[in-house]
């Protein structure tokens, strides 16, 4: 049985992500769009690793619409400074606003990079840094029913695109990874009947998948006699047998791991 559909009218929502080349069209032409089916916009152009910034654009939300609901952090081109500094900085200004409300709902977006990448490194870095900040705060939000999750998306952008000399590999990623099939996913993580928190999701064409760090049974060394560097190496393949891992849960101050 399908169950009705998923809206956000009465929700404000904070995206980041569109001060680089020609985004700041695409989000003017979103501002637009919303504004003519008869939802209101407003584009606030900005360098959001700039603290004085982000707290600029989350009290234009606020001021013009009263509340924050919803941070989609999705901003990134100088490596660190943005990609981590800008998403510290606009969910710590929106913080206080949903912590006062007892609600709020925040997306990281990631890269697949995290996985490790040539001639990625500072930018693998930074998107596993924003992956680690949401796991984070994760944890305490979810007392003010703030939840926070990571979106990683694999889809054709101007980004990944433009620099493509093979056009026939550019026309296939156009086709079947369009970019509008990751809205669905962090549509439902900024929905208010997710209880979904401290995940990470990749999100490829329609199809989604749960990514964590996982633990392997590993090898527990002897526990008496010599305990050597060969010991680890002759033994080192169980350490990195995956057929028996288990997903790695948060670490809980007061209780050690839990989920």
Not at 152 to 168: H, I, S
Not at 254 to 259: M, V
Request: negative net charge; contains cysteine; proline residues 3%.
């Amino acid at each position: 049985m399908t169950e009705s559909p998923l809206r956000v009218e009465g929700r404000v929502a904070l995206i980041t992500g569109s001060g680089h080349l020609v985004r700041v069209s695409v989000a003017k032409a979103t501002a637009k769009e919303i504004t003519a089916a008869g939802g209101k916009a407003i584009v606030h152009i900005g360098n959001v690793a700039d603290r004085n910034v982000a707290n600029a654009v989350v009290k234009t939300a606020v001021d013009n619409f009263g509340c924050i609901d919803i941070v989609i952090n999705n901003a990134g081109h100088d490596m660190l400074d943005v990609h981590v500094g800008g998403a510290w900085n606009v969910t710590q200004e929106a913080w206080p606003y949903m912590k006062g409300q007892n609600y709020g709902r925040v997306v990281m977006i990631a890269s697949p990079v995290i996985l490790g990448a040539v001639q990625q490194s500072s930018y693998g870095a930074a998107k596993m840094a924003v992956m680690e900040l949401a796991r984070s705060i994760a944890i305490e939000g979810k007392q003010h029913n703030i939840l926070v999750n990571t979106m990683v998306p694999m889809a054709a952008t101007l980004g990944n695109t433009k620099k493509m000399e093979d056009g026939q590999l550019r026309s296939l990623m156009e086709a079947y990874m369009p970019a509008r099939d990751i809205a669905p996913t962090v549509t439902w993580l900024g929905h208010e009947t997710s209880q979904v928190n401290g995940e990470t999701v990749m999100a490829i064409n329609r199809l989604i998948t749960w990514v964590f760090l996982a633990e392997t049974k590993g090898f527990f060394g002897p526990a008496e006699g010599e305990w050597t560097p060969e010991s680890v190496r002759d033994n080192w393949h169980k350490v990195v047998d995956e057929k028996e891992c288990n997903a790695l849960a948060f670490i809980d101050s007061n209780t050690g791991l839990s989920r």
